[in-house]
């Protein structure tokens, strides 16, 4: 067994696994895995450059997960970036940060480097079972971006398109610098309408209607499940292939969307960090299920994260 550290860097949360890997199967025992919201993307689809105040943020969970990394004694480390870094004009400074933090230069991967890894992490412990019919369609609703891939046992196809919760947010729920405390039907339908555009243009090379299993991973789905349980606290165990129907991700999309801040931070399983943007990723996920005419989606905590560690293994 190898010991490895990734970190996958995206617009809205920084995250860190450790775990011991085989190199042969690819299998990953998890030693420490954290996330923590830095919101790095913030302002970015407003202004093209990463704000100091986010920068900072980013450093000093990077920090945090040196120590980590330092203490679990890992012998490889993969630092992942996506959205946010690589659209920013000032990227060149984050970089440097986290060089000089862990010793790794951050990768900067395209949209479809992204969506293998996110494929990878969320399909290798689904491929054997029986009551999932293929192929998947795997969606990460990140920050800036979300990652559609279709495939059995590899990809087929992958596109990544520029909506994610932070980005929806920021662009069609934002006036006078605040976030609107609930949305007004018009903020919703300019953001349904932005959410719809984006679709279509994932349709142009990924076939999103020859999915049998519809895959959901990152913050704003396992969020969205939590909801959806009722869960008196977040508890991944529960969240984990839990599977959510249609009727239920409606509804607590409406209710997110038409609740107020106050109300969203009082959801037991809501992270602090998400309460402004959970409601455009609840949004993103209910589209695509409209779209595609899922009846459920399977949730998966393991994402690109773990693809990334088992490029690492």
Not at 57 to 65: D, E, H, M
Not at 84 to 110: C, H, K, M, Q, Y
Request: charge should be negative.
């Amino acid at each position: 067994m190898t010991r490895v550290a990734a970190i996958d860097c995206g617009t809205n949360s920084i995250r860190l696994l450790v775990a011991d890997a085989d190199p042969e199967t690819g299998e990953l025992v998890d030693l420490d895995r954290r996330m923590t919201i830095v919101r790095l993307g913030q302002g970015v689809d407003r202004t093209g450059r990463l704000a100091p105040e986010a920068l900072e943020r980013t450093f000093a969970a990077c920090r945090q997960y040196a120590a980590a990394i330092k203490e679990h004694g890992a012998e490889r480390l993969r630092f992942v970036a996506t959205s946010a870094s690589r659209d920013a004009e000032n990227r060149d400074e984050f970089v440097r940060g986290v060089l000089d933090i862990l010793g790794v230069e951050p990768e900067v991967i395209t949209g479809d480097q992204e969506a293998e890894f996110s494929f990878t992490g969320a399909t290798r412990e689904l491929a054997g079972r029986n009551d999932l019919r293929r192929p998947f369609l795997v969606v990460d609703i990140g920050g800036g971006s979300t990652e559609f891939v279709v495939g059995e046992d590899h990809v087929r196809a992958a596109r990544s398109v520029d909506v994610g919760c932070v980005r929806m947010t920021e662009r069609h729920l934002v006036a006078d610098g605040k976030v609107t405390d609930p949305p007004t039907p018009e903020q919703i339908a300019a953001m349904r309408a932005d959410i719809e555009a984006a679709l279509d243009l994932a349709e142009q090379t990924v076939p999103l209607r020859e999915a049998r299993t519809l895959v959901g991973l990152a913050g704003s789905v396992t969020t969205v499940s939590a909801i959806a349980q009722d869960l008196a606290e977040y508890d991944p165990a529960a969240i984990h292939h839990s599977r959510i129907p249609y009727d239920k991700v409606r509804e607590v999309t409406d209710r997110l969307l038409h609740s107020t801040h106050a109300e969203r931070a009082a959801i037991p399983s809501m992270h602090p960090g998400r309460v402004d943007v959970i409601g455009a990723g609840a949004l993103v996920l209910l589209s695509i299920m409209e779209r595609i005419g899922a009846e459920e989606v399977v949730v998966s905590e393991h994402d690109i994260l773990d693809g990334i560690a088992f490029s690492v293994a």
